[in-house]
């Protein structure tokens, strides 16, 4: 495998609040790394950095091989770096086809809206939305939200996805559901960082665990590992093993 991504010393900092410190790590083509914190740990934060929704304040990104931590999200999204975002906001009074159908338009896609369209579908059917494809968004529930999210990032054809807590307020069957699109995600040769404070689903998922605490990288390898280190365990485990 050769590396996709290397954080080198990424930190960014809002007025005295330094959100993400002096992190460094890699990623490889083809691997799932998951990402676990306490609220306010950073996590979000790091994967805007990657994505250039935010800049860092020092540090530098790159992409396979090129530093891209000076350019904004659009071109980083062309590049091949894409993301869900915890927050879900589809765009109002829209179809959920025409939904993914921006995502295609935005990403590394080139075609007409027709030809956008086409491939939205393709990406509905692939998360089990192709039912709700003419339906409004905005009436979507909260399952049928992060399975939209995801559609909308695979169709900007990313080399590498960010996914922000995809499985958050999804229950097991749901979980286990999304666990299998990112599997297949992966298998179809997309790099993948996810967020997640479900333990199980992302240790079952990971092939290696980054952990985040109070802006600060404090593990990094092997998800068993990672879970019973006892800094991870008095920062983040500790209340649930009590």
């Known amino acids: 495998m050769s590396t996709?991504?290397?954080?080198?010393?990424?930190?960014?900092?809002?007025?005295?609040?330094?959100?993400?410190?002096?992190?460094?790590f890699t990623l490889e083509?083809?691997?799932?790394?998951?990402?676990?914190?306490?609220?306010?740990?950073?996590?979000?934060t790091l994967i805007s950095l990657i994505s250039g929704t935010l800049m860092p304040s020092s540090g530098d990104i790159v992409f396979e091989g090129q530093s891209?931590?000076?350019?904004?999200?659009y071109r980083r999204a062309r590049l091949g770096i894409g993301r869900t975002f915890q927050i879900m906001r589809p765009f109002p009074g829209l179809s959920v086809l025409d939904n993914v159908a921006v995502g295609a338009l935005f990403g590394r896609n080139e075609g007409s809206l027709a030809e956008a369209r086409e491939r939205a579908r393709g990406h509905l059917d692939f998360?089990?939305?192709?039912?709700?494809?003419?339906?409004?968004?905005?009436?979507?529930?909260?399952?049928?939200?992060?399975?939209?999210?995801?559609?909308?990032?695979?169709?900007?054809?990313?080399?590498?996805?960010?996914?922000?807590e995809v499985m958050a307020g999804l229950n097991h069957v749901e979980i286990d559901e999304v666990i299998g699109v990112i599997r297949k995600l992966r298998d179809s040769g997309i790099s993948i960082l996810v967020i997640e404070h479900v333990i199980k689903a992302i240790k079952s998922l990971s092939d290696r665990l980054l952990v985040l605490h109070h802006g600060v990288k404090i593990a990094d390898g092997a998800p068993d590992a990672v879970l019973a280190d006892r800094a991870v365990i008095e920062a983040y485990l500790g209340k649930r093993r009590a």
Do not use: W, Y
């Open 29 to 44: 083509e083809g691997e799932i790394l998951g990402i676990i914190g306490p609220n306010g740990a950073g996590k979000t």
């Open 68 to 73: 891209v931590a000076g350019l904004p999200a």
């Open 4 to 24: 996709i991504l290397e954080i080198s010393h990424a930190t960014r900092r809002f007025a005295g609040l330094v959100a993400v410190n002096d992190v460094s």
């Open 127 to 164: 998360v089990g939305l192709g039912r709700f494809a003419s339906q409004r968004a905005d009436e979507l529930g909260g399952p049928g939200r992060k399975r939209l999210e995801l559609a909308k990032a695979l169709a900007m054809r990313p080399k590498l996805l960010l996914c922000d």
